[in-house]
């Protein structure tokens, strides 16, 4: 079984950055894929950035279209830690992030494939 800890979200002002990390434990070998996604208020469940593994040392990221090109999903140590570097921030990014993981081969831009989450982190951008 995996165990998700996010951690870094706040309030930001428009056009600011943020980073959020999220630190994997137990089975991390069971990882196919590990990333982040967001709810906004009265909003579904969307994907933001993820990253799968074809092996420990090969990764390869994937980005909604809302985040491409500010948003850079990163990790540093192989399923253990994965970040997410949040730039040029808009009010719309604003919602709670959720790190999550797959532990099968999927279209990892669907929510639904993600089978294990850890407790979100509030994201704010705000002036």
């Known amino acids: 079984q995996v165990r998700l800890v996010e951690s870094g979200g706040g309030l930001v002002q428009p056009g600011g950055s943020l980073r959020l990390s999220c630190a994997a434990s137990?089975?991390?070998?069971?990882?196919?894929?590990m990333g982040w996604l967001r709810q906004a208020p009265g909003k579904e469940r969307e994907f933001v950035a993820t990253?799968?593994?074809?092996?420990?040392?090969?990764?390869?990221?994937y980005y909604s279209d809302h985040v491409q090109g500010r948003f850079t999903i990163s990790s540093d140590n192989a399923k253990k830690t994965v970040y997410l570097q949040m730039s040029s921030l808009k009010p719309e990014d604003t919602a709670v992030y959720y790190c999550?993981?797959?532990?099968?081969?999927?279209?990892?831009?669907?929510?639904?494939?993600?089978?294990?989450w850890g407790q979100g982190t509030q994201v704010t951008v705000s002036s």
């Open positions: 990253l799968t593994w074809s092996s420990d040392s090969d990764s390869t990221p």
């Open positions: 137990g089975r991390t070998s069971s990882i196919y894929a």
């Open positions: 999550a993981t797959v532990a099968h081969f999927a279209v990892v831009t669907s929510p639904a494939v993600y089978d294990t």
